[in-house]
């Protein structure tokens, strides 16, 4: 099967949009909406990443940048691996002890695993032709083997090494 150039940019641009949307929004949020940043920090702390307040400006700051870069396509698996990263650590920490779907109480994983997912397809198909990577030739030799593991790397090892790190989940008496 042979696709079409322009339907592969076409359906990149959406994807990388898409996601590039929800990831901003979700930064933003934290940033200026809700609890803003110490409303976010107290959430993080609940959760055990200590401290609080540096995760939430991490956590936020990682969303909108890679949401930004996603939008415009620019370093494209970087900003995949910034949502893997992120979404990573939701969902360990947050997510996965609530069952698969997001309307199950605490929330599911659902959400954060097609998040995930679509990062690391993201920085493994990279930006398409329609983005400010292809304007640089240097910048299109990261998709592909080297897109991909720029996700695993950098988003997956990333949001282990921060785990490893930071989490400090509280014991539940017994």
């Known amino acids: 099967m042979v696709i079409e150039p322009d339907a592969a940019n076409l359906a990149l641009l959406a994807l990388r949009c898409c996601v590039g949307a929800i990831m901003l929004a979700h930064g933003i949020n934290h ?23 540096l995760h ?16 415009v396509g620019l370093l494209t698996p970087l900003a995949g691996a910034g949502v893997v990263g992120v979404m990573l650590v939701a969902w360990i920490t947050n997510h996965r002890k609530n069952g698969f779907f997001i309307f199950r109480p605490g929330e599911g994983w659902e959400y954060v695993m097609s998040l ?4 690391l397809v993201i920085a493994t198909l990279g930006a398409g032709e329609w983005s400010i990577d292809n304007q640089s030739d240097t910048l299109t030799d990261l998709a592909g083997w080297s897109g991909f593991w720029i996700g695993v790397v950098a988003g997956g090892g990333g949001a282990l090494a921060l785990l ?11």
């Open 116 to 119: 995930t997912v679509s990062g």
């Open 56 to 71: 939430a400006w991490l956590a936020s700051l990682t969303e909108i940048g890679a949401g930004a870069m996603l939008v």
């Open 164 to 174: 490893a790190g930071f989490w400090r989940p509280l014991k539940k008496a017994d």
């Open 31 to 53: 940033v200026f909406r809700g609890g803003k940043i110490p409303g976010t920090a107290g959430w993080f702390e609940s959760l055990g990443m200590k401290p609080g307040k």
